[in-house]
């Protein structure tokens, strides 16, 4: 069993950061793919970024050069790095924790990209 919180959503203007955090209590933490996901009103969640336990990475076409997603196991964390925010990444942004057939959800945290 994975307990995952979401932390670092927030309000921020077009061109500016945000660095989402996703803090992970559990066992075997680095043997997870981490993932971060996002959902849009009135849109399906859909993937934004994903990291191995072997720290292979991929982002979203959307998102390649803006975000970086990042993992600390000595401290049961995933990050997301998010630069040059645009209005189109407003959304409520989900950590997922992936091993073999199980798998699990945070609650989300709002990010709102506007002027």
């Known amino acids: 069993q994975v307990q995952l919180v979401e932390s670092g959503g927030g309000l921020v203007q077009p061109g500016g950061s945000l660095r989402l955090s996703c803090a992970a209590s559990?066992?075997?933490?680095?043997?997870?793919?981490m993932g971060w996901y996002r959902q849009a009103p009135g849109k399906q969640r859909e993937l934004v970024a994903q990291i191995t336990d072997g720290h292979f990475t991929n982002h979203a076409d959307s998102v390649k050069g803006r975000f970086s997603i990042s993992r600390d196991n000595a401290k049961n964390t995933v990050s997301l790095q998010m630069n040059r925010l645009k209005p189109e990444d407003t959304a409520v942004y989900y950590c997922?924790?992936?091993?073999?057939?199980?798998?699990?959800w945070g609650q989300g945290t709002q990010v709102t990209v506007s002027s």
């Open positions: 997922k924790a992936t091993r073999n057939d199980a798998y699990y």
């Open positions: 559990g066992t075997y933490f680095s043997t997870y793919t």
